[in-house]
């Protein structure tokens, strides 16, 4: 179970933070695990990053997928 505050999610997390700490030339990488991890690997293809996908139930827009 993931508890957050309404109107808040992975990604808006992850956007509101490389908003603030992204310099130029920085790799950003994330790993998920589920569907929940979607926004947050959105947000990190968006800024040119990798995202991996981890597990059968990993999200669809994993740039890599990794088999457990």
């Known amino acids: 179970i993931e508890i ?8 808006s ?3 509101y933070i490389l908003k603030r700490t992204k310099r130029a030339g920085d790799l ?3 790993f998920g695990d589920t ?7 959105a947000a990190v293809n968006d ?3 990798v995202s ?8 669809d827009n994993a740039t890599v997928r990794l088999d457990t």
Do not use: N, S
């Open 13 to 15: 997390a992850t956007d």
């Open 28 to 30: 950003v990488i994330c």
């Open 47 to 49: 800024v040119g990053g």
């Open 4 to 11: 957050v505050p309404h109107g808040v999610e992975k990604g």
């Open 35 to 41: 569907v929940a991890d979607q926004p947050m690997m």
């Open 52 to 59: 991996f996908g981890v597990g059968a139930k990993a999200p």
